[in-house]
């Protein structure tokens, strides 16, 4: 079994930064792909960013040069850097994990993005 617990999230203005993360319990961290999904108010769930075993990432067009995913496997802890934030990245955050077929979700936090 894997827990996940998100954190940093909170209210900023417009243009600002805030950094999420994502602690996990459970060994399979190191081998998992981690994720960030974003939900909004009367919105789907998407996936915001991506980042595989080898280090590689990806993020989503709508936040690209904005947003930045890194994991560190010593901590069991993966990041998400969010820069130049705009109201419309107001959502819940959530942390994914996924290994050996099965998938984990955290709680979520909430991030707003208003002045």
């Known amino acids: 079994q894997v827990q996940l617990v998100e954190s940093g999230g909170g209210l900023v203005q417009p243009g600002g930064s805030l950094r999420l993360s994502c602690a996990a319990s459970?060994?399979?961290?190191?081998?998992?792909?981690l994720n960030w999904y974003r939900q909004a108010p009367g919105k789907q769930r998407e996936l915001v960013a991506t980042?595989?075993?080898?280090?590689?990432?990806n993020v989503a067009d709508s936040v690209k040069g904005r947003f930045f995913i890194s994991r560190d496997n010593a901590k069991n802890t993966v990041f998400l850097q969010m820069n130049s934030l705009k109201p419309e990245d107001t959502a819940v955050y959530y942390c994914?994990?996924?290994?050996?077929?099965?998938?984990?979700w955290g709680q979520g936090t909430q991030v707003t993005v208003s002045s």
């Open positions: 980042i595989i075993r080898s280090g590689i990432t």
């Open positions: 994914n994990c996924r290994s050996l077929g099965y998938e984990y």
């Open positions: 459970g060994s399979i961290f190191s081998s998992a792909t």
